[in-house]
């Protein structure tokens, strides 16, 4: 039987409620742009959360104020296996309009933590920081080393945190698991009990900007005028109605079959000709998440074009999130791309992309069997090996050939329709049973693994 939390669980996640708070409080917000982020600010609260004697911690700072740190628990046998807990400091931008409060306030409101960051994943770095300084306090002495990492730069492309410390400390973080965001709870019909969804795969980026040109003229003369906004905005009506070709095998048969749905919705998402029909029964999250597991998606996201409102454009600009599926690379995105616009395809010109292919870890690992047997002792469910749609700081490790995974349960206090709305949207937050719950995962999952 794996060791629980002791008695005083109110006391800890009171302590993790706090040390969220502060974090989110800290602003650490990432735009895209190289002084953005200011992950110094979320570095020096956790450093200063985690000290104490004999602890050693070491920061990383490639660009001014984008600052990663790194705490080791070396084990007491090298030959032992390793584990790395890990997670990201920054956070997307929050335009508080539409917000029902402060998204950077960290307000505690029935028994919930409002604020930017707060699910995705300042949540899993507060709780991850709350039992590595408990285990030390505890005076636990693992048999293979224990790493922690807060990494900057996650909500870009990770180029300041997690690529630059593969690329350039690698033997700080280097480890034989990692774990990292995040889990998911279901919230469908399944048969054979409940279900946690894990994941051991990521959809890849492969960001592109296009340019259209035309003619400049007057603007109070448009009849037949070589229009390059208009053309630009054909291209994202035609991105916004095409539809990939599905791939409803490989690792999404085995993920339906795996969750053990009800028979109807199980032939209903593995099927071509039922699956649009099938998933616009489903909660709308729900559905928007399965849509984006199944093909390559393109989403026409930012359109620059113009220079004066009397004046016909001779040039716009279009920036596309393209996320793939694994086999879909470059000469995949390009043909997709040039069925999806038609004879418009010549009408663009392709001025940056930036590939960046989809990663999966095994299932079939001695951490991941941990982590099946911790999760259905905290929560009563199996897990289901899953993927995601958006990038994590997995792919870095495991192109080092190290297994990495997103690791992490929610409880069922918000509604799990609400939940999908809140990553990178309004009023994000995260009730305090699930910092309990991701406090015991943690905590069972490394004494488990490391004892």
Same mark, same amino acid.
């Given at each position: 039987m794996l060791p629980r939390l002791g008695s005083d669980m109110v006391t800890t996640v009171d302590e993790t409620t706090e040390l969220l708070q502060q974090l989110i409080r800290n602003r650490c917000v990432n735009d895209g742009t190289p002084d953005s982020g200011g992950e110094v600010r979320n570095a020096e609260t956790l450093a200063a959360y985690l000290a104490g004697p004999g602890v050693e911690i070491e920061r990383y700072e490639p660009h001014p104020g984008r600052s990663s740190l790194v705490l080791r628990v070396e084990g007491r046998d090298r030959r032992a296996p390793s584990l790395l807990l890990m997670g990201h400091t920054d956070v997307v931008p929050a335009d508080p309009t539409g917000w029902q409060r402060d998204p950077f306030g960290g307000e505690l409101v029935a028994g919930e933590v409002w604020g930017r960051g707060a699910l995705d994943m300042l949540c899993m770095t507060a709780t991850m920081a709350v039992v590595i300084k408990r285990l030390l306090a505890g005076g636990f002495r693992p048999n293979g080393t224990l790493i922690f990492a807060g990494v900057a730069d996650e909500e870009s492309r990770g180029t300041?945190?997690?690529?630059?410390?593969?690329?350039? +400390?690698?033997?700080?973080?280097?480890?034989? +698991?990692?774990?990292?965001?995040?889990? &998911? &709870? *279901? #919230?469908?019909?399944?048969? =054979? =009990?409940?279900? +946690?969804?894990?994941?051991? !795969?990521?959809?890849? #980026?492969?960001?592109?900007?296009?340019? @259209?040109?035309? %003619?400049?003229?007057?603007?109070?003369?448009?009849?037949?005028?070589?229009?390059?906004?208009?053309?630009?905005?054909?291209?994202? $009506?035609?991105?916004? @109605?095409?539809?990939?070709?599905?791939?409803?095998? /490989?690792?999404?048969? !085995?993920?339906?079959? /795996?969750?053990?749905?009800?028979?109807?919705?199980?032939?209903?998402?593995?099927?071509?000709?039922?699956?649009?029909?099938?998933?616009?029964?489903?909660?709308?999250?729900?559905?928007? /998440?399965?849509? !984006?597991?199944?093909? %390559? %998606?393109?989403?026409? *996201?930012?359109?620059? =074009?113009?220079?004066?409102?009397?004046?016909?454009?001779?040039?716009? @600009?279009?920036?596309?999130?393209?996320?793939?599926?694994?086999?879909?690379?470059?000469?995949?995105?390009?043909?997709?791309? $040039?069925?999806?616009?038609?004879?418009?395809?010549?009408?663009?010109?392709?001025?940056?992309?930036?590939?960046?292919?989809? #990663?999966? #870890?095994?299932?079939? @690992?001695?951490?991941?069997?941990?982590?099946?047997?911790?999760?259905?002792?905290?929560?009563?469910?199996?897990?289901?090996?899953?993927?995601?749609?958006?990038?994590?700081?997995?792919?870095?490790? $495991?192109?080092? =050939?190290?297994?990495?995974y997103g690791y992490s349960v929610l409880s069922a206090k918000i509604p799990i329709a609400e939940l999908a709305t809140m990553f990178h949207g309004r009023n994000e937050r995260i009730d305090q049973e699930s910092l309990r719950l991701m406090l015991e995962l943690y905590e069972q999952t490394v004494r488990a693994y490391l004892s």
């Open positions: 300041y945190g997690a690529s630059w410390l593969t690329q350039h +400390a690698w033997d700080a973080v280097r480890a034989d +698991a990692v774990l990292t965001e995040s889990g &998911r &709870r *279901n #919230s469908l019909p399944t048969l =054979g =009990g409940p279900k +946690a969804i894990m994941n051991v !795969a990521e959809k890849g #980026s492969h960001w592109m900007t296009l340019r @259209t040109n035309g %003619t400049p003229g007057h603007g109070s003369a448009p009849y037949k005028a070589d229009n390059a906004l208009a053309k630009a905005a054909d291209v994202v $009506r035609r991105l916004v @109605t095409y539809k990939p070709p599905l791939h409803l095998d /490989g690792q999404w048969r !085995a993920f339906v079959e /795996g969750m053990q749905f009800v028979p109807e919705l199980s032939a209903g998402l593995l099927s071509a000709d039922r699956f649009y029909e099938t998933i616009d029964a489903l909660p709308p999250g729900v559905a928007k /998440g399965f849509d !984006a597991l199944v093909h %390559t %998606t393109f989403s026409p *996201n930012v359109l620059h =074009g113009g220079m004066k409102a009397n004046i016909i454009p001779d040039s716009a @600009t279009l920036q596309i999130d393209i996320r793939t599926l694994p086999g879909d690379e470059t000469p995949q995105v390009h043909a997709m791309l $040039r069925e999806a616009l038609g004879e418009l395809w010549n009408e663009v010109e392709i001025i940056e992309e930036n590939p960046d292919p989809a #990663s999966a #870890s095994s299932p079939d @690992t001695p951490i991941f069997r941990v982590m099946c047997e911790v999760t259905k002792k905290v929560t009563g469910a199996d897990v289901v090996p899953g993927s995601t749609g958006g990038l994590t700081d997995c792919r870095f490790f $495991r192109r080092k =050939g190290m297994p990495a």
